[in-house]
């Protein structure tokens, strides 16, 4: 029989005995065996720290982005390997499509976070703190890869999406992972991780694989390293507690199942367009993956007057919903992940059953199609009604992890808001509704206890990914019984790989430690107009002082005239009483304007084209017979792969407008594409 295998330190290997077989969700056979038996843990964290991860700090994020990028272009090519292995799981080609597409595109969504980065391996986080009166003395935050690896133990659910997802964001940051799959379908993992390494795209010890169990892994773990965890919070509370993750204070992101709820909203009577969606939602919820998704509805919140009307709907939505073999046409729900887990749902839901009476489902033999009952790891959605939900505990406490949810009444938003924190924190809430002061109250009331809220209406519900889709843009975790963690994010999942460091200095120091002009900083001398410059040749902290321009009531009343901004400040010099000016003003774009056709070079050069502006303030009134100047810095470079057969980078300029007496009234910062002067 084949035996899942492991890659460590650059090499695929067995683990040594016969180890545990793997079956397959639908048929019963035997899909392959895995063991860890004789697999060194140490030499993979050796590998990962001493080869991984110079690799991957050495690279900017722009490289590691556009590397993500081919990567995930790659799998997509391989996807249907994936969808084929992925049949043992239990998974319809819909399931399978959420793990398998779905984690390809959180690689794709990370590498284009690239964008938001700049051209270097670290990050500097925020704005620049004046620490002095005088600006001599400022202070700024960096963010650098941590020295260490980021170990990932995934659950059975998602061997693909809970792989990627956190992989791809290790990646950016600059560090390797060791991937810890759940023993159940790590043999889909095993399958999709070969294909990574095949491909050659990510450098040596980026990404290692300890396939089924991991007693011991975190042995080895230290304070430079990341681990995260995915699965039930007994299991994550345990790992989170072993004393070397105490001791050296080890990052740990717990993700746990959790007791996510679906409200139905007062107003969302049967016959609105809300009404049916909830339904829809619901039972979507309850079969997609088997319910095996730690975000799925475990509860489900209902107005007392609409219970019968809701158990009505869904008991007929789910009549509709064909199990079996997902490769008969028309099956719309699989099975189990196997039998353990099997048994492990029958066990939950006779916990349940002590306080709930089930309305809608059977554990016992059902029809299927295209399966045998007695090999396959099959069961009914099931669904319970509890009458008393703040007095009964089961709802809250007893987590089925498969196609099982319970109704719960309320009889008002507030109950239901008191109802839904009764899970003691969850992934995920959800409140369906077409009054927005309705969704307005349930959000802000529940939202303590719940890491994500999807308010559904008919307005976005065509294009809403629902209520048990984490977002790669979005972070995804939750408080409590959830777990206490958080990773994606977009930007925010990349900042857990990464140590912030506050660092303090005079502004030229800090302009040199940070590749960024720091306000107050000295100003280079270019030796010609930055406009002039190719993007390779243009140095931070380069300046050009202008030329000066005296404003005249005159340019005010033109400018109004051109913008149609006849504001009272700039046209009625006897409305003034009361207000912050003493006479008539300068608009603010104007003034912008103006520095505009003080440091804009009129002939044709290496610039493109300016296409925004970031932080722009108007910070001292001009009046009629102030001089203006500009001085024009360069405040951070941005390269750009080619596009369009031309060579390009952004820089981004500092335009400070200061006045005769040299104190600043305009600051702004301009976004400009420039071109490169090696077009190769």
Known sequence: MKKIQHYIAGEWMEGEGDGEVLHHAITGEPVAAHT????????????????GNPALRKMSFQERGLMLKALAFHLLEQKEKFYEVSKATGATRGDSWIDIEGGIGNVFSNASLRRQFPNTPWYVDGDAVGLSKEGTFVGHHIMVPREGV?????????????????????????????????????????TVVREII????????????????GNGLLDFADSQDVVTFTGSFETGKKLKTLPNIIENSVPFNLEADSLNCAVLGEDAVPGTPEFDLFIKEVRKEITVKCGQKCTAIRRILVPENLVEDVQIALGKALEKTVIGNPDEEGVRMGALAGKEQLQEVLKKVADIARSSQMIYGTTEEIALKGADWKKGSFISPIVFLNKNPLQSTEP??????????????????EEAIEISKRGKGSLCTSIVTGDDRIAAEYTIGAASHHGRILILNEQCARESTGHGSPLPQLVHGGPGRAGGGEEMGGKRGVMH???????????TTLTEITRQYQYGGEYKDPGQHLFSK???????????ITAKRTVTETDIVNFSGVSWDHFYAHTDETALEGTTFERRVAHGYFVLSAAAGLFVQAKKGPVLLNYGLEDCRFTKPVYPGMTIG??????????????????KGIVKFLVDVYDETGETVAIATILTMIKKRNQE
């Not at 992989?167 to 159940?184: D, H, R, S, T, Y």
């Not at 007893?398 to 938003?413: C, D, H, M, Q, R």
């Not at 140590?499 to 502004?507: D, H, L, Y």
Request: charged share 20%; with cysteine.
């Open 36 to 51: 860890i038996q004789g697999i060194d843990f140490e030499k993979a964290y050796t590998y990962a720290r001493r080869t």
């Open 150 to 190: 980021a170990v990932h133990i995934n659950a059975f659910n998602f061997p693909v999406w809970g792989m990627l997802e956190k992989a791809a964001v290790n990646w950016l940051a600059g560090m390797p992972c060791i991937i810890k799959p759940a023993e159940q379908t790590c043999y889909l993992t095993e």
């Open 198 to 213: 095949d491909s050659g795209i990510l450098p040596k010890g980026a990404l290692q694989l300890v396939a089924g169990y």
């Open 396 to 413: 809250h406490e007893v987590e089925a992890f498969g196609p099982v949810s319970t109704i719960l009444p309320y009889k008002n938003l």
């Open 497 to 507: 790989y990464m140590q912030r460091t506050a660092v303090q200095g005079s502004p």
């Open 534 to 544: 190719y993007f390779e040749d243009i140095e931070i902290g380069e300046t050009v």
């Open 630 to 647: 500009v001085r024009l810095t360069a405040k951070q470079k941005i390269d750009q792969e080619k596009k369009d057969d031309i060579a």
